[in-house]
């Protein structure tokens, strides 16, 4: 009897836990499952992988989640990862928004037309409230859009031809997949004679003799695919020793052409010349012409050869160049600009040998500029360029021209500053600001970028609000502190010129936190207020309180709160609103729904106990597995265990966890002996009368003073620290309720 008492006292205890918890508990989105088809009639199997067609595409998973409910607005979406099991760019399969009382239904969904491999996972995901569920076991899931028979082919050719090729000893030949659309993106299974061989693209390069086939690689689903294709039947054969004849030169100018021809003109054979591994269009012939007024015309040219008689076979490569093809390289900046009394000079680099140089100004040549260098001065204004020719050699008329310099006089400056980085009035912390351009004005107002030449050659005066900013004299300026705010603009000098830059506004930020606090996070309407608050000092300053956006006009330092919302409150810091982080204040309070009897319900075993709800508009009433028991008002317990109601109103959800227990049956102790052996200490009562609320216990010594009082006996008594100076100590006891005494008697304490 001991032992049963001190186990269901841990039970109430756990339970009385159970029920605080539950209160912040949140749903638990279960891991789907495979399910057998729902489509009537339905299956009576799971599938355990997914092998899709344009006749096919039909399948079910099984999803369970605990409570509390959702929202009235949640919807349940099932999401597919790709096929490695991520879900970093998951796809949606289904949604199902009338499920949201249901713990425990099917959703049906389709592959997508892309799916192929062997690890996708299966997850659901809530809408309201935001959650995302346990993912799934992986399962192969293939969409088998092609299910006939491939092509296959030797690689230059139209098509597979009589199904044979043939490899010379030594070398090699390519089969690839042709006539499928998006052959790239498939895997592949290629085979020889039957034997499965390495390798899963749409081609395989072979040296050896084989029948040749392939199919693609649909993994586990393969076996309904039927794509494996035709034969290539490869033999080996003798070389014939294809070859180039050395051409008369290799080392082409621009506009030279060059024939090149193989060791073997033969009418019965077929012709394909390469160049640089790719195969040259309409090249069928046994001689080639490179032609150098192509661009890009050099390169390592081979000849391929086929026929009766001949294996497949490709000569070695012969390397044509371009005998013309240097560099020139313009090392000033594109805008010169040249101060006046000063001269600048322009330069080109090359890597041609022996060149030979002229310069150009606006066009045309200048007389003796025949240098990689030229000077000007002042009055030397305009665009130049330097032609670069090769002096004597096969290719002597080769020229090229270095990119342009134009080369201004400025009768005037125009210096322009901008923000470093992105910058918004009351959002930066920090802003730097700098010399973003420097144009040249030349007499005709002609405007030219010389920021890259003279950004460096200019002294500069930062100025705020029209005051010199002393030691700014930089290019650019940090700011950081709302003490800076203010109109920025640059004075720049050079020579004798001077130029003031734009003007640019600055509204810093106060670098600081705001925070508000509250005495709860709970509103249950008038009759529980929240304060909100916060210790930054208020009191002199301009702020705003806001709920859910809304001005709230409340100039109040602690803001009483009665409704539901987002509240923050915005502080006027030097011109910019400083907002502090969001406080949401939810509604309801859980204590509105009632119990008859309360949370703890106790009957006799073999009977029944009805318990009603009140204060919500619907119910529903769960045992511990999350089956429903009833959506009324009222259910009838039988047997115990623990239960689950779930209420609304309005809108909103209460969750009370409920603990049935059949009636203990022994009677009220009157001995007890509290010898610390942890047997018989305490004087444990029926539950029919501890734990209640509306029972008081109230214990007297011998002389009739009262030495425990109190509702909701835990069967508790007598505390440790109590000192029993007898060996037999009787106390009396009076068990009441509002109306009448239901139990009296006496204890004997034995020590």
Do not use: H
């Amino acid at each position: 009897m001991r032992a049963k008492l001190s186990l269901k006292i841990k039970y109430f205890f756990l339970t009385i836990l159970l029920l605080g918890s539950m209160q912040l508990s949140a749903q638990v989105l279960n891991a789907p499952v495979a399910a057998p088809n729902q489509t009537p009639p339905a299956g009576s199997s799971p599938w355990d992988k997914a092998c899709a067609s344009g006749s096919f595409n039909d399948y079910w998973v099984n999803f369970t989640w605990s409570p509390p409910l959702v929202n009235s607005d949640n919807e349940f979406i099932l999401e597919l990862s790709n096929a490695s099991g991520s879900f970093a760019s998951p796809v949606e399969l289904a949604r199902d928004a009338t499920k949201n009382t249901n713990f425990d239904f099917y959703m049906q969904f389709s592959l997508p037309a892309d799916t192929r491999g062997e690890g996708y996972k299966l997850r659901v995901r809530s809408t309201s409230p935001a959650k995302i569920g346990a993912a799934s076991i992986a399962y192969p899931m293939y969409y088998i859009d092609v299910n006939s028979g491939l092509t296959v082919r030797q690689q230059g050719n139209a098509d597979f031809g009589d199904g044979t090729a043939e490899v010379c000893d030594g070398n090699s030949i390519t089969l690839e997949v042709y006539n499928l659309a998006n052959a790239g993106t498939y895997q592949y299974n290629w085979y020889r004679s039957g034997t499965p061989l390495a390798g899963n693209s749409e081609s395989i390069t072979v040296t050896q003799a084989g029948m040749y086939n392939v199919e693609i690689d649909y993994g586990a689903c393969s076996g309904s695919g039927n794509t494996l294709s035709n034969i290539i039947d490869v033999t080996t054969g003798a070389s014939l020793g294809i070859a180039i004849n050395p051409p008369v030169k290799t080392d082409l100018c621009s506009g030279e052409t060059e024939n090149l021809e193989a060791n073997i003109n033969n009418p019965s054979l077929t012709y394909a010349w390469y160049k640089d591994g790719a195969v040259i269009p309409s090249s069928n012939n046994y001689q080639f012409t490179v032609d150098a007024s192509i661009p890009g015309f050099e390169g390592d040219y081979q000849v391929e050869i086929f026929g009766p008689g001949a294996c497949v076979e490709r000569s070695s490569a012969v390397t044509i160049t371009n005998a013309g093809n240097f560099t020139v390289t313009r090392n000033n900046p594109a805008s010169v600009v040249v101060l006046p009394g000063q001269n600048a000079t322009l330069n080109i680099t090359t890597d041609a040998t022996s060149p030979s140089y002229q310069w150009f100004r606006d066009g045309s040549p200048i007389a003796g500029a025949t240098s990689s260098s030229l000077s000007v001065s002042e009055t030397e204004t305009g665009s130049y360029f330097a032609r670069v020719s090769l002096s004597g050699g096969p290719c002597s008329s080769t020229s090229i021209d270095s990119e342009a310099t134009t080369v201004v006089a400025p009768a005037s400056f125009e210096i322009t500053i901008d923000y470093a980085s992105a910058y918004t009035a009351c959002a930066n912390n920090s802003i730097v600001l700098d010399v973003s351009a420097i144009n040249a004005i030349d007499s005709s107002g002609g405007v030219t970028d010389v920021t890259a030449s003279l950004i460096s050659g200019f002294t500069y005066q930062w100025k705020k609000d029209g005051n010199p900013l002393a030691g700014e004299t930089s290019a650019s300026i940090s700011l950081t502190d709302i003490t800076e705010n203010g109109n920025y603009e640059v004075d720049g000098s050079i020579t004798t010129y001077n130029a003031t830059s734009n003007s640019l506004g600055v509204q810093l930020l106060v670098n600081e936190v705001l925070t508000i606090n509250s005495s709860g996070l709970v509103s249950c309407g008038p009759s529980e207020p929240i304060t909100i608050n916060t210790t930054t000092n208020l009191v002199g300053e301009s702020y705003n309180w806001f709920r859910d956006g809304v001005n709230l006009n409340n100039t109040a330092t602690d803001l009483t709160v009665t409704e539901p919302g987002t509240y923050q409150l915005v502080l006027d810091r030097n011109g910019c609103p400083l907002p502090s982080n969001e406080l949401v204040i939810s509604g309801l309070d859980p204590s509105l729904i009632t119990l008859d009897p309360s949370d703890t319900i106790i009957f006799p075993e073999g009977s029944s106990k009805t318990v009603t709800a009140s204060g919500g508009d619907s119910y529903m009433w769960y045992d511990s597995n999350n089956a429903v028991l009833s959506t009324g008002s009222s259910v009838t317990y039988t047997e115990e265990g623990t239960y689950t109601l779930v209420a609304t109103i309005g809108n909103c959800q209460v969750t009370r966890d409920l603990t049935v227990e059949y009636l203990d049956n022994f009677k009220i102790p009157n001995v007890i002996t509290v010898n610390g052996d942890g047997i018989n200490d305490l004087w444990i009562i029926p539950n029919s009368y501890s734990n209640k609320e509306n029972v008081n216990v109230i214990i007297f010594n011998s002389s009739g003073k009262e030495v425990l009082n109190e509702f909701n006996y835990q069967n508790n008594w007598p505390e440790s620290s109590m000192a029993f100076p007898k060996q037999n100590m009787v106390f009396f006891y009076k068990i009441k309720d509002a109306n009448e005494v239901l139990k009296q008697g006496t204890i004997t304490i034995i020590r």
